[in-house]
């Protein structure tokens, strides 16, 4: 069974900071890996989505990476800001016909002016 | 383009009591799903569909029916609440590739007293 954990569970940083978010899953057969952003009562929003062939995506100041064979994958903002401030949801769409996507349960940003 | 809008936003019902939670995208998209979100657990997977007139279960359909009866729309039913179901609703669709992104609607918040 595909499970996906998101470390930090929560994380405070000053603006300006470089940082780095982490998704792991259990199982290397996916189609892809979809990182989104949630604000609080609000639904999501897709950043970046990884296709299990390709090893980053960038937008902006948001780069993903994937390395499916270790399960992993991080999110890179650089030079945060405090409108990121968010909670950050990593989601991968296993391989074998399902159409579920199997989420973390997210990592809570907070960029501090 | 809206792109996915869901009604009601916001709902509070008595143990029971039935409703329905309607979705509608303007993207043409051929997929669409209903999941929910509850604290700790993650978005899980209710029902989805592959086009017109047709449907699926997800991870915890229980409780829950639906219907495709045209393209743009997702009716999420709910027969006889119960407190079980107080939960945060989402729905998404895509386009019919493997590869292709969820858009995700808004949400509603449904409480069953």
């Known amino acids: 069974k595909q499970e996906v954990t998101q470390i930090p569970a929560a994380l405070s940083v000053p603006e300006g900071e470089n940082l780095v978010l982490n998704c792991s899953f259990t199982?290397?057969?996916?189609?892809?890996l979809q990182w989104f952003r949630q604000d609080p009562g609000k639904g999501l929003t897709s950043l970046l989505l990884?296709?299990?062939?390709?090893r980053e995506q960038t937008s902006g100041r948001l780069n993903a990476s994937l390395d499916k064979s270790s399960g992993r994958s991080t999110l890179y903002i650089a030079a945060s800001q405090p409108g990121d401030s968010a909670t950050y949801l990593c989601?991968?769409?296993?391989?074998?016909?399902?159409?579920?996507?199997?989420f973390g349960k997210g990592t809570k940003l907070t960029v501090n002016p | 383009n809206a792109g996915v809008t869901q009604t009601p936003k916001f709902r509070v019902l008595k143990t029971g009591q039935s409703m329905t939670l309607l979705c509608a995208q303007d993207?043409?998209?051929?997929?669409m799903y209903w999941y929910r979100q509850d604290p700790g657990m993650g978005l899980r997977l209710i029902h989805y569909?592959?086009?017109?007139?047709?449907?699926a279960k997800g991870e915890v359909p229980d409780g829950y029916n639906v219907s495709r009866l045209k393209k743009q729309n997702f009716l999420l039913g709910l027969e006889s609440a119960a407190p079980s179901q107080t939960s945060v609703y989402f729905c998404?669709?895509?386009?019919?590739?493997?590869?292709?992104?969820?858009?995700f609607g808004p949400g509603t918040r449904l409480t069953v007293l």
């Open positions: 199982d290397s057969a996916i189609y892809n």
């Open positions: 993207m043409n998209h051929e997929y």
């Open positions: 998404a669709s895509r386009w019919w590739l493997s590869t292709d992104t969820q858009y």
């Open positions: 990884i296709q299990s062939s390709q």
């Open positions: 989601a991968v769409r296993p391989q074998g016909g399902s159409e579920k996507l199997v």
């Open positions: 569909s592959v086009g017109e007139g047709t449907t």
